[in-house]
């Protein structure tokens, strides 16, 4: 088949000249520290990037996996919150309604400490270890965990509810004076169709979820950010080891947009012009994301 | 070209002759908030008739086809279709809206073709038509894919099974929803102007399978504005004004002595 081009009006990134200014930056910023000549310390520092230790490869797993859960939790969450959010019944709707009013309207961190902290002081739930397929989860990762989903579920709820309200309501009536129920029609109609529009702000929330694990080092978990809190701590050497945390940081969302553009590719199948989220390797790795034609714009030849 | 139309109703068996009347509605009701649309509609269609409502726009004719298969729920009056009524039930002589399980299942027997067709654009053709036979139906994929393959042959698409509606033509995709309505072997055919959002030249090739349905015997209710399927494959033809039905006839009745004042300044205007 036939995919109707559509003319790309992006212009390649000038990265080069981009990073060129951040490492001018960095070398301006190292150079006017007063006292002693700062020297960066390479061998600190290509250890943590090159060769990294035990302690870094479980902090960058365990972020990766507490993303991963968190955000398939925050999923779940979104596709219930939207349906009650769109749901004929009253109750479901004031139910989704205070769901995003309080979880939206706090401040995560002190979620976290409320949900980890607070519990557990009140007796109302100590968050005990789970051993599972022989791996122990500690109770602060269960809360962080459970904290992180169903922060994230609640803008999720408002990522889906747009998306499916941005299917023509005539996809639904189609599917419905086939006899399909709603259920059927929400579940084999609509959401597909939907799912194409949530995957980019999808992906922007994953990109942000990678980043926000940063935050359980307040439960005391030793994540990507902490272990490195901990290594500054013992070698003195902060500017080498947060430069190597923000790399690593930097390598975990940057596969992640590989990884994205190549399902936004995946769904675009079936529409015009649908190359949306594709295009080279470097504009995608540094967000000149764009779709290239309007979806809604039905191609006829 | 290729010969279109041809034989339709043979991939999915004619309906069966259970009962002589398929739609009876009696002094239908429906508001959009203060506004009445329609005021008091009564109309039957007979197995194998084929009944063209025609109308000014605003005159209530979408909306009441759209109310024979409870996509709008009415605020007074009864539709029934194959003996049963339409989206309620009787509760102590009063009307209470079925559930939502029930209304789906007497939809499948009712075919709908929509102004703006609503294909799933994620689905190619084939998957259009094979959806409902295997999601609602419970039909075997293999058995379902052969009936819409055939389907789309008789609408002359055979070619284009494996294409996704963005790359269709208009024309393509209203036949395309005209096959996915059959597929599930409705007793009615509901036709909501199934031509309006087409390009003239594309126009004759959605009706020409639209007049071979009603050759072949379908049931059906077609809300249009051609007068050429009229002459070609109608029945009765029916005018809607203002919510009412003003005038109801043969086609030739229509063409050369329609009695109403709005009837004839309407006529004019589309002939």
């Known amino acids: 088949m036939a995919f109707l081009g559509a003319p790309r009006f992006i212009r390649a990134p000038r990265y080069r000249l981009v990073l060129a200014g951040a490492f001018a930056c960095l070398l301006l910023v190292a150079g006017c520290s007063s006292g002693t000549p700062f020297k960066f310390n390479t061998d600190a520092f290509g250890e943590a990037i090159f060769q990294p230790d035990q302690f870094i490869i479980n902090g960058l797993l365990l972020t990766v996996v507490i993303s991963v859960v968190s955000q398939i939790i925050g999923i779940v969450l979104g596709i219930l919150g939207a349906l009650g959010r769109l749901s004929r019944r009253r109750p479901l709707r004031w139910l989704s309604a205070l769901y995003l009013w309080i979880f939206r309207g706090t401040p995560l961190i002190v979620q976290l400490v409320f949900f980890y902290f607070g519990l557990g002081a009140a007796h109302l739930f100590g968050w005990p270890d789970l051993v599972f397929l022989g791996f122990t989860i500690t109770g602060a990762i269960q809360a962080g965990i459970f904290a992180l989903g169903i922060n994230e579920g609640a803008y999720m709820t408002e990522i889906i509810r747009a998306g499916i309200l941005s299917i023509d309501p005539g996809q639904m009536e189609a599917a419905k004076s086939l006899g399909m129920t709603y259920a059927q029609s929400m579940r084999r109609i609509v959401l597909p169709q939907a799912a194409r529009i949530i995957v980019p702000p999808l992906g922007n929330e994953f990109n942000n979820m990678l980043k926000t694990t940063a935050l359980l080092f307040v439960l005391g978990i030793q994540e990507l950010y902490n272990t490195f809190v901990i290594k500054a701590g013992d070698n003195f050497q902060p500017f080498e080891m947060y430069l190597a945390c923000a790399l690593w940081f930097l390598l975990l969302t940057t596969i992640w947009g590989v990884i994205q553009g190549w399902m936004e590719r995946r769904l675009a199948r079936g529409t015009p012009g649908s190359q949306a989220g594709g295009g080279r390797l470097l504009d995608r790795l540094f967000s000149f994301r764009g779709s290239a034609a309007d979806p809604a714009t039905a191609g006829t030849h | ?271």
């Open chain 2, 1 to 271: 070209m290729v010969q279109i139309g041809d034989h339709l109703l043979d991939v999915v068996g004619a309906p069966d002759a259970a009962n002589d009347v398929v739609v009876t509605a009696k002094d239908v009701r429906k508001s959009f908030g203060r506004l009445e649309v329609l005021k008091g509609v009564s109309l039957e269609v007979k197995r194998r008739e084929v009944v063209l409502i025609i109308g000014p726009s605003g005159s209530g004719k979408t909306t009441f086809l759209r109310c024979v298969n409870h996509l709008e729920k009415i605020n007074g009056g009864t539709i029934e279709v194959n003996g049963h009524l339409m989206g309620y039930r009787r509760d102590n002589g009063r009307l209470v809206e079925e559930k939502e399980k029930e209304i789906a299942r007497q939809r499948r027997d009712i075919g709908f073709v929509f102004q703006r067709f609503n294909l799933f654009p994620h689905k190619t053709a084939l998957e259009n038509v094979m959806e409902a036979p295997v999601q609602v139906r419970g039909q075997d994929s293999g058995e379902a894919r052969e009936v819409a393959r055939n389907l789309l042959d008789r609408v002359g698409l055979a070619h284009k099974v494996d294409t996704y509606p963005a790359q269709l033509s208009g024309g393509q995709q209203q036949r395309v929803a005209i096959a996915r309505a059959l597929a599930m072997r409705p007793a009615l055919m509901l036709f909501d102007e199934p031509t309006s959002a087409l390009d003239p030249e594309m126009i004759g090739e959605v009706l020409k399978v639209m007049e071979e349905l009603a050759h072949e015997g379908m049931t059906m209710l077609v809300v249009s504005h051609e007068m050429g399927f009229a002459r070609e494959a109608a029945d009765r033809v029916v005018m809607m004004d203002d919510g009412q039905i003003i005038e109801e006839g043969t086609p030739e009745h229509f063409f050369s002595a329609p009695v109403h004042e709005r009837t004839k300044a309407f006529l004019s205007k589309i002939l």
